[in-house]
């Protein structure tokens, strides 16, 4: 059943619409991403869908007895509220017909009058039934599991809700809205206070889970672990694509290569109309140039393509260094407790090495060790030669708040004029007159960029980054990962971005429970090697079918754990003959619909343009689906 319509939704703030005419429908079940540039409106459509905003115009229809949860972002508890009270109240609906049925079976047990008995015993079945129907039996259980589930260790649940730190008190909002089982919910970066260990069980949350779902989230791991579709916002219109975020990527390039095909054959078609009324319509042919100026004014222009772009970043060629970049020998560091011990290791030159581990494990401090710029307990670290290092730390200190931007990107140690520095600001996608900004006026994401200009002014041959993804968007991170690859020094980073350490490391040096650990790879690897650990430990392997997730050079490798139940159909059960069938025929109608967007007969009509553009999106979402099911039947199939 459809859930969810969206119909037309416009929305402004100013002369431009933030949502121009937004129409999509949502299906029980469905999990789907929000996608989108910083700024297109996520937010703002998220809190319309919730009845946070009003639209200017369009409609949102809930079907019957639909319930929504909105993901807030102010917390508001009461003061004299524990954790644990205050987590209670999500269930305030469940505790209040147990509280009824209680008080009703006490009643059944002191009348004696049947007629009362009876009426008072319909009651109770009644009450029975909506809480066995919707498990309240086991209310504490449900609420220690979301707890422990988002990072709450139970010594804290007694603990008064305004002790609570920032990230905590967003962590119970969370743990709140998914104890109250919305039959929608509506979340916007639910994983941004959470560690590792935390987003995961969320994934796993969700993915058991039989709300239907749109998700923001700027965590490409998480979309494609949990989502079933992708929703792209951009230009204040959305576009649907079936699949996760990797799927939408490749269904995204394909759908561009149609519309910028389309789009300059029908310009140049236009074009070559253009130039014959031009040069024939005082001459001889002039009926003919008459005849096509007729036509011209009958095109339905194609829209130009829908294509998002990335600041074209690059970091300046790395200068030589010494084989060994770094050496790190029986480094130990310690507050109230120890964060590291002993720790030995050696990074050579243009190896790339992710940190990751938990909040709060040392991962900063450890960088700022390497660096110098905090003392070391015991230990030592020598720099090799040549080596000149560029420090990227997440609260952007490196940044002067009151210069303007194309001032605080000068390097100090060579003649860089306003000019290059500006063309260097627009390599990191800092343009126009953002660049006499005060940095301090800034977005989140554009100082994230411009810090990173600074970097690539430095001529650094090594890159220190501490969380260097944060506040940049999708398509921003994909370019931070082209420009690290394409990169010829070496570069050591922390970040919980798991998609980004897939792209980018290859070792990881990982915080575990009193020790680092060294891995030669990269994420998947790491997830590989604890796959096998468990089931080592176990004695067997649970059989477990993990989903796909994306890896370097486009191979999958599993990251789920193996103490997963094995998944259920998406499809129906179908021979994988059938499906090919129709897998064939789904391929040999795009191909004669690219023939047909490459006719000049069909350009020149722009209602036929416009409808073979929609079949062939249309036969590619179809084609996209059946090679999902055929997957799924050439596993499942027994």
């Given at each position: 059943?459809?859930?969810?319509?969206v119909?037309?939704?416009?929305?402004?703030?100013?002369?431009?619409?933030?949502?121009?005419?937004?129409?999509?429908?949502?299906?029980?079940?469905?999990?789907?991403?929000?996608?989108?540039?910083?700024?297109?409106?996520?937010?703002?459509?998220?809190?319309?869908?919730?009845?946070r905003?009003?639209?200017?115009?369009?409609?949102v229809?809930?079907?019957?007895?639909?319930?929504?949860?909105?993901?807030?972002?102010?917390?508001?508890?009461?003061?004299?509220?524990?954790?644990?009270?205050?987590a209670?109240?999500?269930?305030?609906?469940?505790?209040?017909?147990?509280?009824?049925?209680?008080?009703?079976?006490?009643?059944?047990?002191?009348?004696d009058?049947?007629?009362q008995?009876?009426?008072?015993?319909?009651?109770?079945?009644?009450?029975?039934?909506?809480?066995?129907?919707?498990?309240?039996?086991?209310?504490?259980?449900?609420?220690?599991r979301?707890?422990?589930?988002l990072?709450?260790l139970?010594?804290?649940?007694?603990?008064?809700?305004?002790?609570?730190?920032?990230g905590?008190?967003?962590?119970?909002l969370?743990?709140k809205?998914?104890?109250?089982?919305?039959?929608?919910?509506?979340?916007?970066?639910?994983?941004?206070?959470?560690?590792?260990?935390?987003?995961?069980?969320?994934?796993?949350?969700?993915?058991?889970?039989?709300?239907?779902?749109?998700?923001?989230?700027?965590?490409?791991?998480?979309?494609?672990?949990?989502?079933?579709?992708t929703?792209?916002?951009?230009?204040?219109?959305?576009d649907?694509?079936?699949?996760n975020?990797?799927?939408?990527?490749?269904?995204?390039?394909e759908?561009?290569?149609?519309q910028?095909?389309?789009?300059?054959?029908?310009?140049?078609?236009?074009?070559?109309?253009?130039?014959?009324?031009?040069?024939?319509?005082?001459?001889?042919?002039?009926?003919?140039?008459?005849?096509?100026?007729?036509?011209?004014?009958r095109?339905?222009?194609?829209?130009?393509?829908?294509?998002?772009?990335?600041?074209?970043?690059?970091?300046?060629?790395?200068?030589?260094?010494?084989?060994?970049?770094?050496?790190?020998?029986?480094?130990?560091?310690?507050?109230?407790?120890?964060?590291?011990?002993?720790?030995?290791f050696?990074?050579?030159?243009?190896?790339?090495?992710?940190?990751?581990?938990?909040?709060?494990?040392?991962?900063?401090?450890?960088?700022?060790?390497?660096?110098?710029?905090?003392?070391?307990?015991?230990?030592r670290?020598?720099?090799?030669?040549?080596?000149?290092?560029?420090?990227?730390?997440q609260?952007?200190?490196?940044?002067?708040?009151?210069s303007?931007?194309?001032?605080?990107?000068?390097?100090p140690h060579?003649?860089?004029?306003?000019?290059?520095?500006?063309?260097?600001?627009?390599?990191?996608?800092?343009?126009?007159?953002?660049?006499?900004q005060?940095?301090?006026?800034?977005?989140?994401?554009?100082?994230?960029?411009?810090?990173?200009?600074?970097?690539?002014?430095?001529?650094?041959?090594?890159?220190?980054?501490?969380?260097?993804?944060?506040h940049?968007?999708?398509?921003?991170?994909?370019?931070?990962?082209?420009?690290?690859?394409?990169?010829?020094?070496?570069?050591?980073?922390?970040?919980?971005?798991?998609?980004?350490?897939?792209?980018?490391?290859?070792?990881?040096?990982?915080?575990?429970?009193?020790?680092?650990?060294?891995?030669?790879?990269?994420?998947?690897?790491?997830?590989?090697?604890?796959?096998?650990?468990?089931?080592?430990?176990?004695?067997?392997?649970?059989?477990?079918?993990?989903?796909?997730?994306?890896?370097?050079?486009?191979?999958?490798?599993?990251?789920?754990?193996d103490?997963?139940?094995?998944?259920?159909?998406?499809?129906?059960?179908?021979?994988?003959?059938?499906?090919?069938?129709?897998?064939?025929?789904?391929?040999?109608?795009?191909?004669?619909?690219?023939?047909?967007?490459?006719?000049?007969?069909?350009?020149?009509?722009?209602?036929?343009?416009?409808?073979?553009?929609?079949?062939?999106?249309?036969?590619?979402?179809?084609?996209?689906?059946?090679?999902?099911?055929?997957?799924?039947?050439?596993?499942m199939?027994?």
């Amino acid at each position: 059943m459809i859930r969810l319509t969206v119909r037309e939704i416009r929305k402004h703030y100013g002369p431009e619409p933030v949502l121009a005419s937004v129409s999509f429908d949502l299906r029980a079940g469905e999990r789907a991403a929000l996608v989108g540039p910083n700024g297109t409106g996520k937010t703002t459509l998220l809190k319309i869908l919730a009845g946070r905003e009003d639209a200017d115009a369009g409609a949102v229809e809930l079907a019957a007895g639909t319930s929504v949860g909105f993901l807030e972002q102010q917390p508001e508890f009461l003061a004299d509220r524990t954790l644990w009270q205050e987590a209670r109240e999500a269930l305030r609906e469940l505790i209040d017909l147990a509280e009824q049925a209680e008080a009703i079976a006490e009643q059944l047990g002191k009348t004696d009058d049947p007629a009362q008995h009876q009426r008072l015993g319909q009651r109770f079945d009644h009450l029975q039934q909506e809480l066995h129907r919707r498990d309240a039996y086991h209310l504490d259980h449900k609420i220690e599991r979301v707890l422990t589930g988002l990072g709450f260790l139970p010594e804290s649940f007694q603990q008064p809700v305004v002790q609570l730190s920032g990230g905590q008190q967003n962590r119970l909002l969370l743990a709140k809205l998914l104890l109250q089982q919305p039959d929608l919910l509506l979340l916007d970066e639910p994983s941004n206070h959470l560690d590792l260990q935390a987003t995961e069980w969320l994934e796993d949350y969700l993915l058991a889970s039989q709300q239907a779902l749109i998700l923001v989230s700027h965590d490409r791991y998480f979309l494609d672990r949990v989502t079933t579709r992708t929703l792209e916002l951009f230009r204040g219109t959305v576009d649907s694509y079936p699949g996760n975020y990797s799927a939408y990527q490749r269904q995204k390039a394909e759908r561009l290569e149609v519309q910028r095909r389309t789009f300059e054959r029908q310009q140049t078609e236009i074009a070559k109309m253009e130039d014959f009324i031009r040069r024939n319509q005082y001459g001889q042919k002039h009926a003919q140039a008459e005849d096509r100026r007729k036509k011209l004014e009958r095109i339905e222009p194609v829209e130009p393509p829908r294509e998002i772009a990335a600041p074209p970043m690059r970091f300046t060629p790395a200068s030589r260094t010494g084989d060994i970049v770094m050496r790190v020998e029986r480094l130990s560091k310690a507050f109230q407790q120890p964060l590291f011990q002993d720790l030995t290791f050696d990074i050579l030159r243009g190896e790339k090495w992710g940190i990751l581990g938990p909040n709060g494990s040392g991962k900063t401090t450890l960088l700022r060790c390497l660096l110098g710029e905090s003392p070391m307990d015991s230990g030592r670290v020598v720099l090799g030669s040549g080596v000149r290092v560029g420090y990227f730390d997440q609260q952007l200190r490196c940044l002067d708040e009151n210069s303007e931007v194309v001032d605080a990107i000068r390097p100090p140690h060579k003649e860089f004029v306003e000019q290059q520095r500006r063309d260097l600001l627009a390599r990191f996608g800092i343009t126009g007159d953002m660049v006499f900004q005060r940095v301090g006026q800034l977005s989140g994401g554009e100082r994230n960029r411009t810090a990173l200009a600074m970097l690539a002014a430095l001529d650094a041959n090594v890159l220190v980054l501490d969380e260097p993804t944060n506040h940049l968007d999708l398509w921003a991170r994909d370019a931070l990962e082209r420009a690290l690859l394409a990169f010829d020094g070496t570069v050591l980073f922390v970040s919980h971005d798991r998609y980004f350490l897939n792209q980018v490391a290859d070792h990881l040096l990982v915080v575990e429970p009193g020790r680092f650990r060294v891995i030669d790879g990269n994420y998947d690897t790491y997830q590989h090697l604890a796959r096998q650990a468990t089931v080592q430990d176990d004695g067997q392997s649970s059989g477990a079918q993990p989903p796909r997730s994306p890896s370097r050079g486009g191979k999958s490798a599993s990251a789920d754990k193996d103490s997963s139940p094995r998944r259920k159909r998406k499809f129906p059960y179908r021979k994988l003959a059938d499906i090919e069938a129709d897998i064939h025929q789904r391929e040999d109608r795009i191909e004669s619909l690219h023939a047909a967007l490459a006719d000049p007969e069909v350009l020149r009509d722009g209602r036929r343009v416009k409808q073979t553009t929609a079949e062939l999106e249309q036969t590619k979402q179809e084609l996209a689906t059946l090679y999902e099911h055929w997957e799924e039947a050439a596993e499942m199939n027994n």
